[in-house]
């Protein structure tokens, strides 16, 4: 399975940056971390679509299985720098494919609205966003050892197994209704 996990976060040394390089070390996957900070602001104009970096976002996802979507929560919501992202996105990447979401938060029991912000968004490119979903606060991670703490791990292989499951199905969703 091609599984792709998007860093979500425009800090270098932001915790979403921890567990989306978590993730792409112990599950294999490809990683288009946005803190690198080269996508510009989205206008629309058509040489945007032909610089490289956004050829190349839009063919990573396109071609990935399914897709992980970190963000941190800033104001209630997904990053500036991911909803960004997802502007140059739409249906020809997402339609119908696996979406996990994570929400990094500051511990004031935030997290929910970017959840749900994600999800809203993703429903716009037509992605199926599956239902387990994670809140990581600060406590989750070793920020030391750039790592997950072992009860955070947990939660992120379960919504790893889910999302495989998912994907395995996607299989036979886009032969039935993508490539009919
Ligand atoms: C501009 C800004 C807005 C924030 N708004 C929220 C918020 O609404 N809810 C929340 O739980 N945390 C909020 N936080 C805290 C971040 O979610 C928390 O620090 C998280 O770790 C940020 O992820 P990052 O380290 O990858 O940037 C905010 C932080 C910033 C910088």
């Given at each position: 399975m091609n599984i792709t996990v998007i860093n979500g976060t425009p800090r270098k040394q932001g915790r979403t940056?921890?567990?989306?390089?978590?993730?792409?070390?112990?599950?294999?996957?490809?990683?288009?971390?946005?803190?690198?900070?080269?996508?510009?602001?989205?206008?629309?104009?058509?040489?945007?679509?032909?610089?490289?970096?956004?050829?190349?976002?839009?063919?990573?996802?396109?071609?990935?299985?399914?897709?992980?979507?970190?963000?941190?929560?800033?104001?209630?919501?997904?990053?500036?720098?991911l909803k960004n992202a997802m502007d140059y996105l739409g249906s020809d990447q997402f339609a119908h494919k696996p979406v996990a979401i994570i929400a990094c938060a500051g511990g004031g029991k935030g997290g929910i609205n970017c959840l749900t912000n994600l999800r809203t968004v993703s429903r716009g490119v037509y992605a199926n966003v599956i239902p387990k979903q994670l809140v990581l606060d600060p406590h989750c991670?070793?920020?030391?050892?750039?790592?997950?703490?072992?009860?955070?791990?947990?939660?992120?292989?379960?919504?790893?197994k889910?999302?495989?499951?998912?994907?395995?199905?996607?299989?036979?969703?886009?032969?039935?209704?993508?490539?009919?």
């Open positions: 940056g921890i567990v989306a390089r978590y993730i792409a070390k112990q599950y294999g996957c490809s990683m288009i971390d946005l803190s690198e900070g080269t996508i510009p602001l989205y206008t629309g104009e058509r040489e945007q679509s032909e610089l490289k970096v956004i050829q190349s976002l839009k063919q990573k996802v396109q071609e990935a299985d399914a897709v992980i979507l970190c963000s941190p929560e800033y104001h209630s919501g997904m990053s500036g720098a991670f070793d920020r030391e050892k750039d790592t997950l703490l072992p009860d955070p791990e947990v939660l992120v292989k379960d919504m790893m889910e999302l495989m499951v998912y994907a395995e199905a996607h299989v036979s969703i886009r032969e039935k209704l993508i490539q009919p």
